[in-house]
C-alpha cells in the first residue's frame, strides 16, 4: 500500500512494437505524487510512444503501467475522470471567449464523465492569471494566452495528474516564463506533472526529476542536478573576442577550444587548477580576449553528451511519431 501511496505512475518493463519497429524497449520509471516529473529524449527515441501508453491512446505491447494505482489497460474509465491533458497541437474555437470556451470544456466533460459537480470556472481561470482576458475571444489570444487558457482546460476536472506535451512550444521567452509561473503554481497545490519539452533550461527549473530516453531505453534518470554531477564532471571556460594567440596557447596546452561566430572560445577543463594556468599562459604570451566566464555544464550539454545528438523541436523524421 505504501508504494501506491507515494507513486502516480509506475512503468514497468514496458515494451511497444509496431512491426518490426521496437519503439519502446523495457522501459521502467516511477513518478512521485505531487512532483514535476520531465521526459526528455530526441526525435524518434520512444518519448511520445512511451506517454500515449500511459495516459492511454496506445496499448503496450507487453510490460506494466499503473496510473494512480490503476493498470491503464484495465481501468480506463475510472483513471481518466481524475487526469488532465494538454497535447502540442491545442486549439479552440476562435469567436467564443477564454470564459465560454471553459464553460463549454466543463459542460462537456462532465456531461461524458456523468459527475455532477462543474468547474470553478473563475478559480481556474485566476490560477492561469487571465482574469483580465476572460471576456477576449480566443482569436485574439497570443500564443502564451492560448497555452495558459489550454492548461486551464486540463484542469476543468480537478485532476491529480496532469500531462503536459510541449506546453511553451513556439512562445517568446517572456510568454514561456509566465507558463511556467502556472506550471509552479499547480505544483503547489499538490498536482503531479508529467511534461514533455524540447527546452533544457525549462526541464532544469521546473523539474524534480528528469528521465532522458535514447532509442526507445531509458538512459537517465535524477534531478537535474543529479543528472549534471554525475554526468558533467568538467567546467567549461568561455572567453569572449579572443585573438589568435590566445586560440594557438590554450590548443597547444592540450585542449579543445571550440569557437562560436563571434570571436568567442568555449574550452571544457576538469580542473580550476587548469583553467588558472590557462589564463596565465596566454597573458605571458601576450595574448588577448575581452572577458571570460566559467561554468559547470547545463542539462542541455548532458543531454547531448548522453544522446549524442541534438534536442530538434517538430515531428520526427518522415512524420514518424516514437
Known sequence: MAKLAEHAIEVENLTKRYGDLLAVNGISFNVRKGEVFAFLGPNGAGKTTTVEIIDMIRTPTSGKVRLLGMDVTKKRRAIIPRIG??????????????????????????RASRLRRNADIDELIELVNLEDKAAEQYKNLSGGLRQRLGIAIALVNDPEVVFLDEPTTGLDPRARREVWEV??????????????????????????????ISKGTIIATGSPAELIENNAKYLVLTLQSVDATAFEIIRKMGFDPVPDTHQDLKVRMEHTEDILKTLNAIRDAGGAFLSLDVRRPNLEEVFLMLTGEAFHAGPAKGGEVV
Open 183 to 212: 506550471l509552479l503554481g499547480l505544483k503547489k497545490k499538490g498536482k503531479t506533472i508529467f511534461l514533455t519539452t524540447h527546452y533544457m533550461e525549462e526541464a532544469e527549473i521546473l523539474a524534480d526529476t528528469v528521465a532522458i
Open 85 to 110: 491533458v494538454l497535447p502540442q497541437d491545442f486549439s479552440s474555437f476562435d469567436r467564443i471567449t477564454v470564459r465560454e470556451t471553459m464553460q463549454y470544456y466543463s459542460r462537456l466533460f462532465f
